[in-house]
Structure formats: C-alpha cells, structure tokens
T-cell receptor, first 114, second 114 residues
Framework: QQPVQSPQAVILREGEDAVINCSSSKALYSVHWYRQKHGEAPVFLMILLKGGEQKGHEKISASFNEKKQQSSLYLTASQLSYSGTYFCGTEPRKSGGGADGLTFGKGTHLIIQP | NAGVMQNPRHLVRRRGQEARLRCSPMKGHSHVYWYRQLPEEGLKFMVYLQKENIIDESGMPKERFSAEFPKEGPSILRIQQVVRGDSAAYFC????????????FGSGTRLTVV
C-alpha cells in the first residue's frame, strides 16, 4: 500500500518553515525520507526506525509516530537549496521479521522563493 | 567511491525492440532495487534483488519484464517488445542490507519508446 503524503505542494519564501506528512495504512518497520531535484536521482535524507524517534540533518528533521503509522518531515528556516520533491518511503513490518523494499508516496513539491 | 552507476543514461527504442538497463551497485552493497518513475509521479517499486536471487518482484509486470543480478557483473532490467507505455525513468538503488540503512540511487535511465 502506497503511503499518503500531504500536502501535494508547498510554496514558501526563504526563511519560512514547512511540515510534510506521511501516513501509512500498515504497521511500519521504518520510514525513509528522500529529496529529488528535477532530472536528478533521489537523495537519502534520513531514516527513522523506532516509534517516536526524531532525527535531524542540518535544519531538516523528522519524527515517527509508530502508533499512528505516521511520519513528519520538518524544514525550518528554509533555504533556496531545499527546493525539490520530497518523498517518504515506508517499509512494512513483517511477521517473520526483517523488511522488503521501500514503497514511496507520490511526493510533495517544495518551492522556495527568494 | 563511484556510487550507483546506471547506463545508459538515455535510451531510445522503437516499439517491439528490447531494452536492457544496467545497474552497478555501490561497492559493498549487495541489495539492489529497481523503481520506475513517470513524470509528476512517485517512484513505483518493481523488484528487489540480492546476488543471484530475486527477493521480491511483486511490482514487476508479469509479461515482458525481467530482472537479474548475477554473481558477477551488474544488475540488468530487461524489457522485451517495448511499447509506448514503457517510456519512463528507471532508477536503480542499492543498500548494504535491509533495515537501518538508506538507499543510494543511481542517476536513472530515461527510456523513450518511439
């Protein structure tokens, strides 16, 4: 099942904050976040494994609510370089342990204006 | 470290021809994943392979598509008798294992069927 991302698109001015949400209908083993610029490969940002885990990467951080099967990506004091499409990828929890390949959401387009 | 290498970068095929897409994972990575991306859409999972084994091919069309990851050499995604609907960007990603590790994506192969 494909995770659902919201919003579909965000337009910000440089320095503003954004939150991108990702929710799944399945119990999750992990959530990944990637950013893709137009015509380029997706780039790994971070992975969250445990319920409630928060990770940070410069001014980009994320949380994972295992109970709600949701993750949120937080971009603070956005910079022009943050523009791109953000994808969450989810690995469902398997009864036998371990995980399969990621299933990605449709992406959130982030446009940062000067 | 050369990263994930995909070739060719662009591939044009006439309807009915075969397309072969190659992916060399990062050094030390034994897990390979293939994804397909259409314009303005997310990454759609196709297949997950380890050396000489297909782990999950639930995203692969049943006909015309096949994938392999031999003991020696790159992973190959093969599309036989291509149709216009096969036109897309095909991304390969690799990781050293499942679970706590992010994927590294290649630059993709843009397939155009004319």
């Amino acid at each position: 099942q494909q995770p659902v991302q919201s919003p579909q698109a965000v337009i910000l001015r440089e320095g503003e904050d954004a939150v991108i949400n990702c929710s799944s209908s399945k119990a999750l083993y992990s959530v990944h976040w990637y950013r893709q610029k137009h015509g380029e490969a997706p780039v790994f940002l971070m992975i969250l494994l445990k319920g409630g885990e928060q990770k940070g990467h410069e001014k980009i951080s994320a949380s994972f609510n295992e109970k709600k099967q949701q993750s949120s990506l937080y971009l603070t004091a956005s910079q022009l370089s943050y523009s791109g499409t953000y994808f969450c990828g989810t690995e469902p929890r398997k009864s036998g342990g371990g995980a399969d390949g990621l299933t990605f959401g449709k992406g959130t387009h982030l446009i940062i204006q000067p | 470290n050369a990263g994930v290498m995909q070739n060719p970068r662009h591939l044009v095929r006439r309807r009915g021809q075969e397309a072969r897409l190659r992916c060399s994972p990062m050094k030390g990575h034994s897990h390979v994943y293939w994804y397909r991306q259409l314009p303005e859409e997310g990454l759609k999972f196709m297949v997950y392979l380890q050396k000489e084994n297909i782990i999950d091919e639930s995203g692969m069309p049943k006909e015309r598509f096949s994938a392999e990851f031999p003991k020696e050499g790159p992973s190959i995604l093969r599309i036989q008798q291509v149709v216009r609907g096969d036109s897309a960007a095909y991304f390969c990603a690799s990781s050293p294992g499942t679970g706590s590790l992010g994927y590294t994506f290649g630059s993709g192969t843009r397939l155009t069927v004319v």
